[in-house]
């Protein structure tokens, strides 16, 4: 008796080392899913599988090498985004050991992965992600947001390895909260979704016609009055300076820079009517609530005009990190030429005196770009090519292509369609370098989806347009052309279509993507 009660004593003392020493025998998986197979949007360069399953639990941990502070924030970003799945607050420790068995973030401080890029390597025992810079941590971690399968039994991401790197350095939309104003809240889930996608510019139309939409300290009428009405007559609204700088700030934490726009000198009524002196006839504009374009202009050679713009760009330079901002230009129908050139002249002048790099829309390119300013290509090839000449870089929106605002078919219920119907397919198969012969790739800073408000005036409305557009133009930023194809794409889009349900984003089922069943809960 005393011998078989030692040898159990033995083997139990045995067994609690082995367990102590191990962890918990690890889970089986019948058929792990393949990680080059999984439906990440948009495409990394690389996904190799090794056909294992590097488990989640209450028992994962996130390990930290470096005591940063934007480290330490990204791993709150995926503290948060592990916790739904594993029904804990994954622990954050911070450690010297790159050999942790769990989740690690690692900043090498080189650049082998591009300033934007990482690698992540999943083994059974530990989720490695390396990245020279913060941004490519932050990138890893929404590819891992897209790589966790909650099976019936088990919570896993597949084993293997990524690397990933994105082909443009802007990756950006836009919103144009002018023609209808968005709240604050609105703009911060647009800045949810595209962080999602890898985004990394948000462009905001703060003005035109129909409305002024941030406050300027030293010219308060331009909200008061130009701010007080939208597209329709409704209420309108304007962001304040506080709000602006909130927004700023939400966005950069999430890896997005706001490029600002004042559109001048047309698509400038909501400032005629607040200012009497900005006309040539010192009449103030009545307020305008309809969706013409290409009526109004500041009045071009009054030096008040000048005084008006460098007290504008001033302020909100003032509250702007990013390198842009963006002058508009578009669309100055009744500024004759000899007037508008001059103009985008001296207003560059201005933007580059409070430190800053001008976009502008194409038209611009009529006038002498400065160095290392941007055109946005939206309509004309002719100016695209005045700008490369002069040797300026391109923001790509074409309007046939890449307009979030155009309809899907002849059925959709918002958008316009000047520029074409846009189904989700064609808003795929494209690529910025290969649209016309004089745009080569090393003209081209990036892409840019915008979205004007004519037709839409709330987040749920713009919803229906941006999906299931919306990644698209990110994949296409993001993903070398020789890499994509609108067979293999179509199946992770409707895979993210269970994404988009369970955020409640009521987006537009295009027939041409067969869409999971949307379970009602
Ligand atoms: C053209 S694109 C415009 C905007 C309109 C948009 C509607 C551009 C530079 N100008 O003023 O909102 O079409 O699609």
């Given at each position: 008796m005393q011998t078989t009660n030692n040898r159990t004593g033995i083997f139990i003392l045995l067994t609690a080392l082995f367990l102590a020493g191990c962890g918990e025998p690890k889970p089986q998986l019948d058929e792990p899913s393949d990680l080059s197979t999984?439906?990440?949007?948009?495409?990394?360069?690389t996904m190799t599988a090794t056909g294992g399953g590097f488990f989640l639990d209450s028992e994962t941990r996130i390990y930290t090498i470096h005591d940063d502070e934007e480290v330490q924030a990204i791993a709150q970003t995926l503290q948060q985004a592990l916790s739904g799945h594993v029904n804990a607050e994954p622990e954050i420790v911070l450690t010297t050991n790159s050999e942790e068995m769990g989740i690690v973030l690692e900043l090498t401080g080189t650049e082998n992965e591009g300033a934007e890029g990482y690698t992540m390597k999943i083994s059974e025992d530990q989720l490695l992600i390396s990245a020279g810079n913060p941004a490519g941590l932050f990138y890893a971690v929404q590819t891992l947001r897209q790589l966790i399968i909650a099976d019936e039994k088990y919570t896993y991401v597949p084993t293997g390895e990524i690397r990933d790197n994105p082909e443009y350095e802007y990756r950006g939309s836009m919103l144009d909260v002018a023609r209808h104003f968005f709240t604050t809240e609105e703009v911060k889930k647009l800045i949810d979704y595209m962080s999602f996608y890898k985004y990394n510019y948000l462009h905001l139309h703060l003005a035109d016609d129909q409305g002024w939409r941030i406050e300027i300290k030293s010219w308060p009428?331009?909200?008061?009055i130009g701010g007080s009405t939208e597209v329709g007559g409704g209420p309108g609204g304007f962001y304040t300076q506080e709000e602006y700088k909130d927004l700023v700030a939400y966005a950069s934490e999430r890896y997005v820079t706001i490029v600002p726009e004042i559109d001048m000198?047309?698509?400038?009524n909501a400032a005629l009517a607040s200012y009497p002196e900005l006309n040539c006839d010192g009449k103030a504009r009545e307020l305008y609530t309809g969706t013409e374009v290409g009526f109004s202009t500041l009045c071009t050679d009054k030096e008040i005009t000048y005084e008006f713009i460098d007290d504008v760009v001033g302020e909100i330079v003032e509250m702007t990190p990013g390198p842009y901002f963006h002058i508009g230009g578009d669309e100055?129908?009744?500024?004759p030429m000899e007037d508008y050139i001059p103009f985008v002249n001296r207003v560059q002048e201005i933007v580059r005196d409070h430190g800053k790099i001008s976009i502008g829309w194409d038209e611009i390119a009529n006038g002498t770009l400065l160095e290392g300013n941007i055109a946005q290509f939206w309509a004309d090839q002719e100016n695209a090519g005045k700008a490369i000449e002069q040797g300026a870089r391109l923001l790509m929106s074409p309007a046939y292509k890449a307009?979030?605002?155009?309809?899907?078919?002849?059925?959709?219920?918002?958008?316009?369609h000047w520029a074409a119907y846009i189904p989700v397919d064609s808003a795929y198969i494209w690529s910025a370098d290969k649209l016309a012969p004089e745009i080569r790739r090393e003209n081209i800073l990036g892409i840019e989806a915008p979205l004007w408000s004519e037709t839409i005036s709330d987040l749920d409305e713009a919803e229906y347009l941006l999906f299931p557009r919306l990644p698209g133009y990110a994949e296409i930023s993001w993903t070398p052309a020789e890499k994509r194809s609108w067979e293999d794409y179509k199946q992770r889009l409707s895979e993210h279509g269970k994404i988009w349900d369970d955020l409640d984003i009521d987006y537009y089922r295009s027939p041409r993507v067969e869409w999971p069943e949307k379970i009602k809960l």
């Open positions: 999984m439906a990440v949007i948009p495409l990394p360069a009428k331009l909200t008061e000198p047309g698509h400038t100055s129908h009744v500024t307009y979030l605002d155009m309809q899907y078919d002849t059925a959709s219920q918002f958008g316009l």
